[in-house]
Structures are given as structure tokens and as C-alpha cells.
T-cell receptor
Framework: KAGVTQTPRYLIKTRGQQVTLSCSPI?????VSWYQQTPGQGLQFLFE???????NKGNFPGRFSGRQFSNSRSEMNVSTLELGDSALYLC?????????????FGPGTRLTVL | AQSVTQLDSHVSVSEGTPVLLRCNYS??????LFWYVQHPNKGLQLLLK??????LVKGINGFEAEFKKSETSFHLTKPSAHMSDAAEYFC????????????FGTGTRLTIIP
């Protein structure tokens, strides 16, 4: 089975721009979660989508949004970028049917905001 | 509410000696607990998970962890460290109701001394 893929792997943007990141989960997985990883804040949960519906949300401003398509692929959008949005954005997929489900992580998208 | 505390931000051990990475958790309910590893510029990989079936959990690459409810701990151990174990390790707690929100510890960087 192919693993979780994220595109692009690296991205450089300037303040005020917006960005869209993409995540393709493992085939058959219906849950996709997004995380932000920074040296200062560590790994923080952004949101989780299950069957095209947002099922859970972290404590991030409304500039951070996401969606999930019928094929379970997910996109994350950040509008009006700020310097502090520079981070590694990780996507994880699971079957989403149990709290014991393992989450499989992608390699991440490294976003740099100048 | 739930939280997880990794007691050491950095651990150094010599190759061939035991590894101990400490994790304490707090949860209103009986939690699920995980250990993930992240090698440089890679996503996270699951090492092992506690799902209430057995308190001593064996994972990949010779790692194991023991769930101690009385001490609210879930420490990760390995009898003999290998150079390839050098990485960042995250202790993670998940609530016991149906969503997939994970709470990550701040991570422990493991350095192996040749």
C-alpha cells in the first residue's frame, strides 16, 4: 500500500499571501488530520476530517481552514500568511473508526513565510 | 482534559546501553497512549500503542513501554541502543471517546554516543 503523500514538500511564500497544501491518505482511510510542528510550540493539532466533514478542530485562528473530498484527499488552506506560520505541516490518515486506530503520517510540507 | 509530559527534552546514551524515555500523562478517562518516532526530515512513525489489553506493550525495533496507572506513566525503554535509534520521540495521548484528536508531548531528542 502506498503511504500518505503530501504536496508540495517545500514552499516559500511571503506575508499576506495564501497557501494550499494537499494530502492524499492511504487507500481506504477515511480520516485525515492536520498538524503544525514548530520548534517553539511542538506538534499542535489543527483539525480532522472524516468522510468530508470536519470532526474535530484545534485552537487555531480562522485563517486556517481545510476540506476533504469524496476520495478522502484533503487540502489545508492558510490565508493572509504571517511569519509565525512558518512550520512543518503534517498530515496523518487513519481508518477513523476507533480511538485505537493508528495514525499514519506523511513526510510533511515545510512552509517558509518571508 | 488531557495532557502529556515528557520529562526529558534530551537524552544521550552510549551505543549498546539501555534507553529510558519518560512520559507522564493526565486524562479524565482511561486513555489510549502511543509512542511515535521522527527521524530528521521525516514524518512520524508509530513505535507502539497501549489499548488497555496489556500493560506491557512491545513495539518495533526492540522498544517496549509499560503502562502504570498508579503512576500515570508510560515510559519507553529499549535494552540496547543502536545508532539508528537517534531521533525525536513523542509520547501521545488520545481520549477514549470516538474522535481522533491526539495530544502530543513536547518530544525527547535521543542521541546515541558511539
Amino acid at each position: 500500500k502506498a503511504g500518505v503523500t503530501q504536496t508540495p514538500r517545500y514552499l516559500i511564500k511571503t506575508r499576506g499571501q495564501q497557501v494550499t497544501l494537499s494530502c492524499s491518505p492511504i487507500s481506504g482511510h477515511r480520516s485525515v488530520s492536520w498538524y503544525q510542528q514548530t520548534p517553539g510550540q511542538g506538534l499542535q493539532f489543527l483539525f480532522e476530517y472524516f468522510s468530508e466533514t470536519q470532526r474535530n478542530k484545534g485552537n487555531f485562528p480562522g485563517r486556517f481552514s481545510g476540506r476533504q473530498f469524496s476520495n478522502s484527499r484533503s487540502e489545508m488552506n492558510v490565508s493572509t500568511l504571517e511569519l509565525g506560520d512558518s512550520a512543518l505541516y503534517l498530515c496523518a490518515s487513519s481508518s477513523g473508526t476507533s480511538r485505537y486506530n493508528e495514525q499514519f503520517f506523511g513526510p510533511g510540507t515545510r512552509l517558509t513565510v518571508l | 482534559a488531557q495532557s502529556v509530559t515528557q520529562l526529558d527534552s534530551h537524552v544521550s546514551v552510549s551505543e549498546g546501553t539501555p534507553v529510558l524515555l519518560r512520559c507522564n500523562y493526565s486524562s479524565s478517562y482511561s486513555p489510549s497512549l502511543f509512542w511515535y518516532v521522527q527521524h530528521p526530515n521525516k514524518g512520524l512513525q508509530l513505535l507502539l500503542k497501549y489499548t488497555s489489553a496489556a500493560t506491557l506493550v512491545k513495539g518495533i525495533n526492540g522498544f517496549e513501554a509499560e503502562f502504570k496507572k498508579s503512576e500515570t506513566s508510560f515510559h519507553l525503554t529499549k535494552p540496547s541502543a543502536h545508532m539508528s535509534d537517534a531521533a525525536e520521540y513523542f509520547c501521545v495521548v488520545s481520549p477514549n471517546f470516538g474522535n481522533e484528536k491526539l495530544t502530543f508531548g513536547t518530544g525527547t531528542r535521543l542521541t546515541i554516543i558511539p
